[in-house]
């Protein structure tokens, strides 16, 4: 590694949840630094908590390190801390370098002048000559695509064009570290992966990040090294890989939790005897699912991108009878979050007296590690009556997904819908 950049020691900050108390509290703290005493005491007062306590961190040159954790966690305030914007109640922050730049969601930009004012302003800010931003604000405003709307006040603009505009005025510093607070997410994919490209040159060449973002595809991507910050606290530091396992994990112990203490969700649980409104046909129960096997084709622990057998092994009072086979797979929290369906219409199976097994492969299983639930169903061809069922007014079958996550199959964000994987029938 390179030289240490940034180091905080100690670094600590409190606050107070109540208006009177936070004034009292802060006239107090006047005076304590007229006593000479420049940091505050190791302890909380009624009503206060502590946002920030007793962060030691490292970032050297040429590294990203990675920041993530839930809302809340206090990632803000420490970003507030290290770039002097608050003071801290405890510790040190200690800068090896004057020049440091901050992109964060509003992209630094005012509101109130035009796209043309803030390049100068921005560039001036950072020691930038107005003999050379006159040379080169042709190609800054070129290069950020928003010719026809430069002279308009950036408050008009939308999120993806203040981006666009900054990105092109950032590109002409070069800075030894950037700070960028959740700035990658916006814009459109254009946009996000110009912005990548230059920051891996600028990385390539020497340059430090701190990148604070909810996006597990930018922080495997980018960062070197992560930081997983909970409670005002570092939970971990690590390679992007194991800190983002831990904190997923992490946040599902909690939702886990949350959902034995709630009274609600158990209320819920105990009054619902079926995940989904089913209706079964006439000749429901003449088929019965008897076992599934959920096996790596390798024969090792499944993990993320294996490539994985799925059978069902189930016994049947009907003969040559045409039917539907779907597989359904979630977690306690969320589910259905993907299927998996056999053929159907004119290109269907047919399942015959006494016992049969059916199987699927799917090439690479697109699930992050964890715990999956199984639920099957097997419907007849044309009607879609319901012949038999498991899972779903019984205990469903489980599986584990194991390994760290591979961001490349990450399907975090089909939490929103129902998706379809890829199955190769036999």
Request: proline content about 3%.
């Given at each position: 590694?390179?030289?240490?950049?940034?180091?905080?020691?100690?670094?600590?900050?409190?606050?107070?949840?109540?208006?009177?108390?936070?004034?009292?509290?802060?006239?107090?703290?006047?005076?304590?630094?007229?006593?000479?005493?420049?940091?505050?005491?190791?302890?909380?007062?009624?009503?206060?908590?502590?946002?920030?306590?007793?962060?030691?961190?490292?970032?050297?040159?040429?590294?990203?390190?990675?920041?993530?954790?839930?809302?809340?966690?206090?990632?803000?305030?420490?970003?507030?801390?290290?770039?002097?914007?608050?003071?801290p109640t405890l510790g040190q922050v200690r800068w090896y370098t004057n020049s440091v730049v901050m992109i964060d969601s509003q992209a630094g930009l005012n509101s109130l002048q035009t796209?043309?004012?803030?390049?100068?302003?921005?560039?001036?800010?950072?020691?930038?000559?107005?003999?050379?931003?006159?040379?080169?604000?042709?190609?800054?405003?070129?290069?950020?695509?928003?010719?026809?709307?430069?002279?308009?006040?950036?408050?008009?603009?939308?999120?993806?064009?203040?981006?666009?505009?900054?990105?092109?005025?950032?590109?002409?510093?070069?800075?030894?570290?950037?700070?960028?607070?959740?700035?990658?997410?916006?814009?459109?994919?254009?946009?996000?992966?110009?912005?990548?490209?230059?920051?891996?040159?600028?990385?390539?060449?020497?340059?430090?990040?701190?990148?604070?973002?909810?996006?597990?595809?930018?922080?495997?991507?980018?960062?070197?090294?992560?930081?997983?910050?909970?409670?005002?606290?570092?939970?971990?530091?690590?390679?992007?890989?194991?800190?983002?396992?831990?904190?997923?994990?992490?946040?599902?112990?909690?939702?886990?939790?949350?959902?034995?203490?709630?009274?609600?969700?158990?209320?819920?649980?105990?009054?619902?005897?079926?995940?989904?409104?089913?209706?079964?046909?006439?000749?429901?129960?003449?088929?019965?699912?008897?076992?599934?096997?959920?096996?790596?084709?390798?024969?090792?622990?499944?993990?993320?991108?294996?490539?994985?057998?799925?059978?069902?092994?189930?016994?049947?009072?009907?003969?040559?009878?045409?039917?539907?086979?779907?597989?359904s797979v979630g977690t306690e929290k969320l589910f259905p979050m993907a299927m998996m369906m056999g053929k159907y219409g004119e290109e269907y199976y047919q399942i015959k007296q006494g016992r049969n097994q059916f199987?699927?492969?799917?090439?690479?299983?697109?699930?992050?590690?964890?715990?999956?639930?199984?639920?099957?169903?097997?419907?007849?061809?044309?009607?879609?009556?319901?012949?038999?069922?498991?899972?779903?007014?019984?205990?469903?079958?489980?599986?584990?997904?194991?390994?760290?996550?591979?961001?490349?199959?990450?399907?975090?964000?089909?939490?929103?819908?129902?998706?379809?994987?890829?199955?190769?029938?036999?």
């Amino acid at each position: 590694m390179g030289k240490i950049i940034l180091e905080t020691k100690h670094l600590s900050k409190r606050f107070c949840r109540t208006h009177k108390l936070a004034l009292r509290y802060t006239i107090a703290d006047i005076f304590w630094e007229f006593r000479r005493k420049p940091e505050g005491e190791n302890r909380l007062r009624p009503g206060e908590f502590w946002s920030v306590y007793d962060v030691n961190l490292q970032l050297h040159a040429g590294e990203v390190l990675g920041l993530i954790g839930a809302n809340g966690a206090g990632k803000s305030t420490l970003i507030n801390l290290i770039m002097g914007i608050l003071r801290p109640t405890l510790g040190q922050v200690r800068w090896y370098t004057n020049s440091v730049v901050m992109i964060d969601s509003q992209a630094g930009l005012n509101s109130l002048q035009t796209g043309r004012e803030n390049i100068y302003n921005l560039l001036s800010m950072y020691g930038i000559s107005e003999y050379i931003i006159k040379n080169k604000i042709n190609n800054i405003i070129d290069y950020s695509g928003i010719q026809t709307f430069i002279d308009a006040p950036v408050g008009t603009y939308s999120t993806g064009m203040r981006l666009r505009l900054a990105f092109s005025i950032y590109t002409q510093l070069q800075p030894d570290v950037f700070i960028i607070d959740e700035a990658l997410g916006g814009g459109d994919i254009r946009f996000q992966q110009s912005f990548q490209n230059y920051l891996k040159n600028y990385i390539k060449n020497g340059g430090s990040i701190l990148l604070v973002s909810h996006d597990m595809y930018q922080i495997k991507s980018l960062c070197h090294r992560v930081i997983l910050f909970d409670q005002g606290q570092i939970y971990d530091i690590n390679k992007p890989d194991e800190i983002i396992y831990t904190y997923n994990e992490l946040m599902l112990g909690r939702e886990n939790n949350y959902n034995l203490s709630s009274p609600t969700i158990q209320n819920n649980r105990a009054t619902k005897s079926t995940d989904e409104d089913l209706l079964a046909g006439e000749k429901f129960g003449l088929v019965e699912i008897e076992s599934v096997e959920v096996t790596a084709v390798d024969g090792k622990d499944i993990t993320p991108g294996s490539k994985v057998k799925f059978q069902m092994t189930c016994n049947s009072q009907l003969d040559n009878y045409p039917i539907i086979i779907s597989f359904s797979v979630g977690t306690e929290k969320l589910f259905p979050m993907a299927m998996m369906m056999g053929k159907y219409g004119e290109e269907y199976y047919q399942i015959k007296q006494g016992r049969n097994q059916f199987c699927c492969f799917v090439d690479k299983l697109p699930l992050l590690p964890g715990k999956y639930q199984l639920k099957m169903s097997i419907l007849e061809n044309h009607s879609y009556d319901i012949l038999s069922l498991k899972g779903y007014q019984d205990n469903p079958f489980y599986f584990e997904v194991k390994g760290y996550n591979d961001l490349e199959l990450n399907f975090a964000r089909s939490y929103k819908y129902i998706f379809y994987i890829p199955t190769e029938w036999e």
